[in-house]
């Protein structure tokens, strides 16, 4: 099933923890799928819909990212779903 949501990239320096809760992230924010920027999202300017892409900076192609840090907080924090 497709989700109406843009994609959210998280970013943070390797060994933060990002690719270890990745699942749990994903099923907070609603998203339909993991891509790991450094393995499959190579030569594309923006993600798909409804994906959680995870990367080690800040892209500049999209308004949907947020630190690992901040997407944590999200998560213990925040009602599942949040920000949309």
Known sequence: ???QYPSIVI???PGCGMRT???ALRR???LDYVLDQAEQFHGIE???RGALVLASEQP???DFSMSYALAWQHLQLLPAGYPF
């Open 46 to 48: 923006a993600p798909p």
């Open 1 to 3: 099933m497709a989700v």
């Open 28 to 30: 907070h924010f609603g």
């Open 60 to 62: 500049a192609y999209t």
């Open 21 to 23: 809760n990745a699942e």
């Open 11 to 13: 970013y943070g320096p």
